[in-house]
């Protein structure tokens, strides 16, 4: 199977909240294999997760992290492509006004980079990069 998707770290947590998703939960379950999440992804998570206070849901979050989201998702890098890209979005964007978050862009420009579609559950957060495709798994497929 083919990648087509990069998870941007809110679908991730949407999957592993204390409440999952559903949706996002099903959509993994469909797509999972066709999914990637960016090294920026990866950090936020590892990051958010050391943060947490010592305790049996830190310690059951960090074991989902290591057993699961690591052996299930390809983890692509920021690199040179990805960088030439967000580089030339952040002037074009600039220039209008409209300045990005840096880590979403380099989300973003991995999503690019790598021709993926980019999940979040924040897809405002997205909509200003030029010629990124942008999906949201939280909202319920109508039809379905």
Same mark, same amino acid.
Request: hydrophobic share 45%; glycine share 4%.
């Given at each position: 199977?083919?990648?087509?998707?990069?998870?941007?770290?809110?679908?991730?947590?949407? +999957?592993?909240?204390?409440?999952?998703?559903?949706?996002?939960?099903?959509?993994?379950? !469909?797509?999972?294999?066709?999914?990637?999440?960016?090294?920026?992804?990866?950090?936020?998570?590892?990051?958010?997760?050391?943060?947490?206070?010592?305790?049996?849901?830190?310690?059951?979050?960090? /074991?989902?992290?290591?057993?699961?989201?690591?052996?299930?998702?390809?983890?692509?890098?920021?690199?040179?492509? +990805? +960088?030439?890209?967000? /580089?030339? !979005?952040?002037?074009?964007? !600039? /220039?209008?006004?409209?300045? &990005?978050?840096?880590?979403?862009?380099?989300? &973003?420009?991995?999503?690019?980079?790598?021709?993926?579609?980019?999940?979040? +559950?924040?897809?405002?957060?997205?909509?200003?990069?030029?010629?990124?495709?942008?999906?949201?798994?939280?909202?319920?497929?109508?039809?379905?």
């Amino acid at each position: 199977m083919t990648l087509e998707y990069l998870l941007d770290t809110s679908t991730v947590s949407a +999957a592993i909240a204390k409440v999952p998703n559903l949706d996002v939960v099903k959509r993994l379950e !469909e797509h999972g294999a066709e999914c990637a999440i960016a090294s920026i992804v990866w950090h936020e998570l590892l990051y958010g997760c050391a943060r947490l206070v010592p305790s049996r849901r830190r310690a059951i979050l960090e /074991a989902f992290l290591q057993d699961v989201v690591k052996t299930s998702f390809l983890i692509l890098p920021y690199d040179d492509k +990805a +960088a030439r890209w967000h /580089a030339s !979005e952040r002037v074009r964007l !600039e /220039a209008v006004g409209k300045p &990005a978050p840096f880590v979403d862009g380099q989300i &973003a420009a991995v999503a690019f980079s790598n021709q993926l579609t980019l999940v979040t +559950a924040n897809p405002r957060d997205f909509r200003s990069f030029a010629d990124l495709e942008v999906q949201d798994w939280t909202k319920r497929r109508r039809g379905k």
